[in-house]
């Protein structure tokens, strides 16, 4: 099934049906209005990060980046990215459809020039992309969550070397 996926940038043209994965994927709306919401913060959205996977022109999965902030404990921000959310269609998932989003997110937002990503998610599942509890490098979730499902990757060799703190996410994530 998944020989036929084309994964690519999103354009104006999949926002409602982008919508519709992750109102399907989750079943609700929450996940899909925050995506709409970050799309609207030019401040944290980055175009390039908003990544649809699409099979005979129909969107079957979603995968977002948006720029965080880590807040050391001098008060500095160091920029990263959180991966939220990422959504397949449910009749596409377990195929390797949400592998295939990671891995090209991962890509282009190191393409970008982006040193790191964070990711609140499955802890048996995310690991297989790299991803390692953040305590590793005493970044801090910025409510309380298992230190096992909240997450960081180096895109770039030290990319978190003396970065420590408590992460930030937009105001829209507060919403969800």
């Known amino acids: 099934m998944t020989e036929r996926i084309n ?5 104006k043209d999949d926002f409602s049906a982008v919508f519709e994965v992750n109102h399907l994927a989750f079943g609700q709306d929450s996940e899909a209005k925050l995506v ?4 609207n913060n030019p401040v944290v959205f980055v175009p390039e990060l908003s990544i649809v996977a699409t099979e005979s022109n129909q969107t079957v999965g979603h995968i977002l980046f948006t720029k965080i902030n880590i807040i ?4 500095e921000a160091h920029e990263s990215l959180a991966l939220a ?3 397949v269609r449910p009749e596409f998932q377990k195929c390797g459809i949400g592998g295939q989003l ?3 997110g991962l890509e282009v937002a190191k393409g970008l020039g982006f040193q790191s990503v964070i990711v609140l998610g499955h802890e048996h599942y995310y690991p297989k992309f790299g991803f390692e509890p ?3 490098w005493n970044i801090k979730a910025p409510f309380e969550v298992p230190s096992n499902v909240f997450m960081a990757i180096e895109l770039v060799k030290d990319g978190l070397k003396n970065i420590s703190g408590r992460v930030v996410y937009p105001k829209e994530f507060e919403t969800v």
């Not at 994964?7 to 354009?11: K, L, Y």
């Open 7 to 11: 994964i690519r940038q999103e354009t």
């Open 72 to 75: 050391d404990d001098q008060g």
């Open 36 to 39: 709409d919401a970050l799309r």
């Open 134 to 136: 953040a305590e590793k």
């Open 85 to 87: 959310p990422m959504a």
């Open 102 to 104: 990671i891995r090209k």
